[in-house]
């Protein structure tokens, strides 16, 4: 195993990886898998705060920061009352880009009210011993309020321009679902907002009659994981599909993606989505699919320093699949496909590129883990 390594050699190599380390060869890299931190409920969003230190949610309502060396915190205080039930809870959670001077951490989060609950984001300042967040407030309320606790979407991307997406999901029942392709509401949307919650004056659908302003792009199903690209000004998102048709799409400003009137899936019950069309004139097409499923949540584009032959490449958690899955990319193509670590058989809720190009992944269980991937 070792070659003409002596014996000391092997024994300071043995040393160097924990315990709990594990050594897996993809296609294109060798990478050491390590468990960061454990004992976490259903942890659903991380966040890199500038000194290295993490911030993850917990779906029941509990914030948390975790050191480096896996060290986790007692739940950090002012998060919002959150409804737990479901698939509702505290959901994402992202550091201002100009956190250094001003503190601010925004939380996405099913907000409880009249009529059921909703997508909302709140944005508080951290304290400096990261115990307790003050100045809380609530910056964006999904509208309508609808009594479901399925498909809040949630992911939370600053595109570096002063602009917050807010991805949302369409609520799922079939009494909703059809909200996606109308305007006056924030279902099946991804909106756009500045940082504070006020509307950008060149969003697609200022000044339009029936429309609500935040909207950025529409007829989505329930996004739960999308990434902002700032090499190339792209924004892509996943969303789950029902029985198939989960899509990798380029969310542009005004466009429809289709949902619920074509889909590359099938009911739960096995009829037909809409017409049964997977295209239609006005849609856009997804740039790719799955069928089966992954169940994706959380993405990244890896620009880090660690894996070369990563670079440009799309990182997606698979819920379903358990996958870590891989594309490469051939300009808004998909060109190959790997999957990773399905053999643990950890539910992978969310994605992240970390300090010095290390890759964070975060498991959705009720033991759930922050798990590092570095190249070896």
């Known amino acids: 195993m070792y070659g003409i390594l002596s014996s000391a050699a092997i024994f300071a190599l043995i040393a160097a990886t924990p315990a709990w380390a594990e050594v897996i060869k993809s296609e294109k890299a060798r990478l050491q898998i390590e468990t960061v931190a454990d004992g976490l409920d259903h942890p659903w969003g991380l966040a890199f705060l ?16 975790v050191t480096a060396a896996g060290e986790v ?9 959150v409804d737990a039930r479901g698939q509702g809870g505290l959901l994402d959670v992202a550091i201002d880009p100009d ?25 508080g300042r951290l304290a400096e011993d990261a115990g307790g967040l003050t100045e809380v407030e609530v910056i964006f309320s999904q509208k309508p309020k609808v009594a479901s ?20 999901g369409e609520r799922s029942d079939e009494q909703f679902r059809e909200m996606a392709q109308t305007l006056d509401n924030h279902l099946g949307k991804i909106v756009r907002i500045n940082h504070d919650g006020s509307v950008p004056d060149d969003n697609p659908f200022v000044g339009k009659q029936d429309a609500l302003p935040e909207i950025w792009s529409y007829g989505h199903r329930n996004v739960q994981a999308a990434v902002f690209d700032r090499e190339t000004g792209i924004l892509w998102e996943i969303e789950h599909g029902p029985r198939g048709g989960d899509e990798l799409n380029i969310a542009e400003p005004g466009k429809n993606y289709g949902w619920p009137v074509v889909s590359h899936g099938i009911n739960y019950g096995g009829t037909p989505v809409g017409s049964g069309a997977k295209t239609a004139p006005g849609m856009v097409d997804p740039i790719h699919q799955w069928t089966p499923v992954i169940a994706p949540s959380g993405m990244t584009i890896y620009r880090g320093e660690q894996f070369d032959a990563w670079q440009g490449n799309i990182l997606v958690g698979g819920l379903r699949s358990t996958a870590l899955v891989r594309l490469e990319l051939d300009g808004g193509k998909v060109v190959h496909e790997e999957r990773l670590l399905e053999s643990r058989g950890k539910r992978i809720r969310d994605v992240v590129e970390g300090p010095k190009g290390a890759i964070y992944l975060v498991t959705d269980e009720s033991n759930g883990e922050i798990i590092r991937l570095t190249a070896q």
């Open 50 to 65: 500038p000194d290295g230190t993490m911030l993850v949610t917990e779906r029941k309502g509990d914030l948390r920061s």
């Open 73 to 81: 915190s007692d739940p950090i205080g002012g998060v919002p009352e």
């Open 99 to 123: 956190f250094e001077r001003n503190r601010l951490v925004y939380m996405s989060f099913a907000e409880p009210g009249d009529g059921g609950n909703s997508t909302a984001v709140a944005r």
């Open 149 to 168: 606790t399925k498909h809040f979407g949630s992911r939370l991307v600053f595109d570096g321009n002063g602009h917050l997406f807010v991805t949302l």
